[in-house]
């Protein structure tokens, strides 16, 4: 099967794009399904390391950061995901000349993934193709305003956000939707062991959604504990920070010395996590996570065994006591088992036999798309 992989707009197919977490699926894509036998073919900017079998190259660099507006990785810039607007320059341009590349390359039979959601409806929207044989989905759906009627969530959680906000049932056999689970992989030699340590970490953007208050709460709760923060934003919106704070900047290749050297992971978040990929990658160094009791934490986190998700103050001041009584090395081999790249794309070569299927008996509905 010909899978047609769009890169995502604002960055470029790499692992030092590791900062988003969407680059990162369509970076892994390929190297989970080759293997498997499916044929790749890559849209996205000139320099990525795409791993597919073909990469159809959109813009070269020089015209991506004209569009995007300043040098990639630059500090300043704002959030990351500020870059995200399908209503941008870039977005608009990138769009149009995928839309055109889709229509010379995709054929009856071959699926088109998408897995930014909205961000490429304008490249797919009315494509002929899709109604001559070809099908799409979204294939790594961690976000709650979701474009087509065929879907692959990165945890219940996101999909049980997304029929509620949707107000339906679920999909049944005779349903035209089709609507899996499949998490987000992981190289795990890319997460050694770590011997863990004193403080409890935080890896994240630092905004109030996040739990940056909650974090800074509890540490003056508790001058006994150190902590350390590290991502991107201003810290200083929170007002002071503790003496037993350590503040750091946002972080790439430092990431599993950062976390394998924890004595746990803190992740307080106060929205519905859809993933929250750092408590992954801190498992897989064998660190425990510190939680709030909600959202895909109910799944990535198993209570008393890998972690503890919490509702209140007294909750969190315990967890930072009781961590230690956990097992890193089985923290580490539950995360390896669930979470490794061979164990994530058998879930996604079950996806598409089921796509492939539907495909064949043309199925894929071109009504039905979220506005």
Not at 231 to 237: E, K, L, M, R, T
Not at 322 to 337: E, P, S
Request: charged share 25%; net charge neutral.
């Amino acid at each position: 099967m010909r899978l047609h992989l769009l890169a995502v707009p604002h960055t470029v197919t790499r692992k030092d794009f590791a900062h988003c977490a969407f680059t990162q699926k369509v970076y892994k894509l390929p190297r989970m399904l080759r293997p498997l036998g499916y044929e790749v073919i890559h849209y996205g900017v000139a320099g990525s390391d795409s791993g597919a079998n073909f990469d159809v190259e959109l813009m070269d660099q020089d015209e991506h950061l004209a569009l995007l507006g300043h040098p990639y990785h630059a500090q300043g810039a704002g959030f990351y995901g500020d870059d995200a607007n399908s209503e941008s320059g870039l977005y608009k341009q990138w769009n149009l000349y995928a839309r055109e590349a889709l229509k010379e390359y995709v054929q009856p039979g071959d699926c088109i993934l998408l897995p930014f959601g909205h961000a490429h409806a304008a490249a797919i929207r009315g494509l002929p193709v899709l109604s001559a044989g070809a099908s799409a989905i979204e294939s790594g759906i961690g976000y709650y305003d979701t474009l087509l009627p065929w879907r692959i969530y990165e945890s219940e959680a996101v999909r049980h956000g997304c029929m509620a906000k949707e107000s339906r049932h679920g999909v049944t056999v005779e349903s035209q939707r089709l609507e899996f689970v499949v998490p987000n992989s992981y190289d795990v030699d890319e997460w050694p062991e770590g011997p863990g340590g004193d403080e409890v970490v935080f890896l994240g953007r630092l905004t109030e959604g996040k739990g940056i208050r909650i974090i800074l709460d509890l540490a003056r709760m508790r001058p006994d504990q150190r902590f350390a923060i590290a991502g991107q934003g201003d810290i200083s919106v929170f007002g002071d920070v503790p003496s037993n704070v350590r503040v750091l900047g946002p972080m790439t290749e430092e990431r599993a010395a950062y976390l394998g050297n924890a004595k746990a992971i803190i992740a307080p978040s106060r929205y519905v996590e859809p993933f929250c990929g750092t408590v992954v990658e801190a498992a897989l160094c064998g660190t425990p996570a510190i939680t709030s009791s909600f959202g895909a934490f109910t799944e990535t986190v198993a209570q008393d065994r890998t972690g503890f998700r919490c509702q209140t103050m007294r909750e969190f001041s315990d967890a930072l006591n009781k961590v230690r009584q956990l097992n890193r090395k089985d923290i580490r081999a539950r995360a390896r088992r669930l979470y490794g790249l061979r164990s994530v794309a058998k879930g996604y070569d079950a996806v598409f036999k089921v796509v492939q299927e539907r495909t064949a008996a043309g199925a894929f509905p071109t009504s039905g798309w979220n506005a």
